[in-house]
Structure formats: structure tokens, C-alpha cells
T-cell receptor, first 113, second 114 residues
Framework: KQEVTQIPAALSVPEGENLVLNCSFT??????LQWFRQDPGKGLTSLLL?????REQTSGRLNASLDKSSGRSTLYIAASQPGDSATYLC????????????FGSGTQLTVLP | EAGVAQSPRYKIIEKRQSVAFWCNPI?????LYWYQQILGQGPKLLIQ????????DSQLPKDRFSAERLKGVDSTLKIQPAKLEDSAVYLC????????????FGQGTRLTVV
């Protein structure tokens, strides 16, 4: 059974800092890994999706990497802004035909002005 | 392109009552998911549909929860009878089921059982 862990559970940084969020998964036979953002009281917004054959994906100030062999993914946020404050969740899609998403518990990020 | 629509946004019920949630996925998406997210935790998969067939319902408490996806489009999730521990946000998501299989989520329904 896939288990996804995110560390740290909470992170507070001053505006302008670069930061890294970590995600680890126990079963390396994944189809893809997806990073989401969740604002309080809202649903999930997809940020980046990395296919199992890829090593990284970039969108604006966000860069996500994937290392299947070690069961790890990172989300790098450059030049953080107060508007980046949210909970960031990673989810691993299973390698079977069903491709279920298994989520971590998230990292709650606060960017201080 | 319209996103995943869910209703209602909020619901407050007493324990032992019943409640139903509705989801309309993105047009053409074959895969539909229902997740339960308890405060402070990541979403947990309750049930996954591929068209109108169930792919995975291993974590669905079948004694009180039921879900259906008629005609492979809209879906409803029902809880009967509700318990206090069912208080959570219920998220619906859909994906094309092929290729990138990127999942798109609705705004969720926040259920409070008192």
C-alpha cells in the first residue's frame, strides 16, 4: 500500500526566500506525481504534474523534481511571496491501471511580508 | 472549459440524519473520484469510477456510504446515517483517464455533523 509523507508539516519564511518542500513515497512504481495547492476553505489547485519518466517540471517560480529510485519529490518555490501562503499537497498516482492518487498530509506554508 | 462542479458547498446535519452530495465532472472525463478530507489531513480516496463502473471502493465505509455514477457523467455520494466523525470536506475530482491523467478538483462540500 502506497504511503506518502510530507515534511515539514508547517513552514514559515520571510518574503523573498527560496524554499523547498519535500514529499516521499514508499512504492516507487508510480505513474506520475502531482503537486497541489490548497487555500483555506477551498478545493485543490493543480500546480505541476511529473510523469514517471520525467525528472522535473517547471511553471513560473515553481520547479518540481522526481527521483523514483529514492521515492522522493521536491517542490522548489523561488522568491516566495505572501500570496504563496497555502497548504501544499503532493499525490502519487499508482502504477496500476486504476492510477489512484495517494496524498500526503501537506505542508502549510506561511510567507511573511 | 468549465471545472468540476460540486454542490452544496456547505451542509450541517444532525447525527443519524442522511445527506447527499452531487458532482459534475469536467466534460469528457472518464475517471471520477470522491475524496474525504478531515481537517489537518490529506484527502483520502473513498471511491473511484471509470465511466460508470467502480474501480476502487476499498476505503468506502459501505455500511453507511454509497455512491453512484449514472450514465458515466454526474455522481452522487450519500451518507446514511451520518456520524460525528463524518465531519469533513468531501472533494470530487475528475481526470481524462488517459495520457497525463492530471486530476482536477472541485471546491468541495464541507459537512458538519452535530
Amino acid at each position: 500500500k502506497q504511503e506518502v509523507t510530507q515534511i515539514p508539516a508547517a513552514l514559515s519564511v520571510p518574503e523573498g526566500e527560496n524554499l523547498v518542500l519535500n514529499c516521499s513515497f514508499t512504492d516507487s512504481a508510480i505513474y506520475n506525481l502531482q503537486w497541489f495547492r490548497q487555500d483555506p476553505g477551498k478545493g485543490l489547485t493543480s500546480l505541476l504534474l511529473i510523469q514517471s519518466s520525467q525528472r522535473e517540471q517547471t511553471s513560473g517560480r515553481l520547479n518540481a523534481s522526481l527521483d523514483k529510485s529514492s521515492g522522493r519529490s521536491t517542490l522548489y518555490i523561488a522568491a516566495s511571496q505572501p500570496g504563496d501562503s497555502a497548504t501544499y499537497l503532493c499525490a502519487a498516482a499508482g502504477g496500476g491501471s486504476a492510477r489512484q492518487l495517494t496524498f500526503g498530509s501537506g505542508t502549510q506554508l506561511t510567507v511573511l511580508p | 472549459e468549465a471545472g468540476v462542479a460540486q454542490s452544496p458547498r456547505y451542509k450541517i446535519i444532525e447525527k443519524r440524519q442522511s445527506v447527499a452530495f452531487w458532482c459534475n465532472p469536467i466534460s469528457g472525463h472518464a475517471t471520477l473520484y470522491w475524496y474525504q478530507q478531515i481537517l489537518g489531513q490529506g484527502p483520502k480516496l473513498l471511491i473511484q469510477f471509470q465511466n460508470n463502473g467502480v474501480v476502487d471502493d476499498s476505503q468506502l465505509p459501505k455500511d453507511r456510504f454509497s455512491a453512484e455514477r449514472l450514465k458515466g457523467v454526474d455522481s452522487t455520494l450519500k451518507i446514511q446515517p451520518a456520524k460525528l466523525e463524518d465531519s469533513a470536506v468531501y472533494l470530487c475530482a475528475s481526470s481524462s483517464g488517459t495520457g497525463r491523467t492530471e486530476a482536477f478538483f472541485g471546491q468541495g462540500t464541507r459537512l458538519t455533523v452535530v
